[in-house]
């Protein structure tokens, strides 16, 4: 076997380990996402009940779960918040929104608003939103410090931003790679520049840090 077929086989096997993160990349193709995304495998690490049980939301809440993809959070966030509640499910991909829009009717979810959101915005009002979540997904954004901006501008008084990822330090096979994963760390010090302060933290989740911090 030459050496070039051994770094073809070894860059394969990663690639299909891993989500191939570049930013740019595609979540167009939703059937692979919604295997890779809706799996009881993930639930057993993801714990999705537990995070959002942890986020002690009320009935009437507005939660803009940024990045939604799947609805995998949305569908949770949408039972916690009740009928005066809102789920949106905020992704830049319209493929997911569809996904999302169908299986919300079908599951008679109508407080579950999806949004077509641009890479720089979530496309929200300002002074509308209880609680931002984005899981998996602050690492795909761009220009992060204007993002916040806008965030603190979509936060009602005493909104609070909560964000899941990757860990850095932590040799993962899920997720991105390495090199794509913002460390707990750097992601505190942006967001706490940003004028937000870090009111809690969670430590349940095997292989990502779970933030939630305050608006300014
Ligand atoms: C790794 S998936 C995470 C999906 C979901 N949060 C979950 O945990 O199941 C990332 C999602 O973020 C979306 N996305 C990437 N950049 C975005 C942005 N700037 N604004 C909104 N959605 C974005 C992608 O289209 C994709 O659906």
Redesign the pocket.
Known sequence: MTSTFLVMLMALAQHQGQ?HHD?QHS?ANTDR?VEE?ENAERDAQ?KPDDVVRALKLSAGDVVA??????G??ARRFAKAVGDNGIAYA????PK?LEYVAERAQKDGQPNIVPVL????S?MLAPDSVDLFF????IH???NRPA?YEILARDLRDGGRLAI?DFRKDADLIEGPNEAMRLARESLVDEVTKAGFRLVEEHDFLPVQYFLVFEAP
Not at 90 to 93: A, F, G, K, P
Not at 117 to 120: G, P
């Open positions: 989500h930013p979540f996402w995304f993801q779960d940024i990045g939604a993809g799947t995998y959070f905020v992704d830049l991909e997911m959101a641009t890479a720089s979530p984005i899981c998996n997904t795909h954004i761009g993002y899941v």
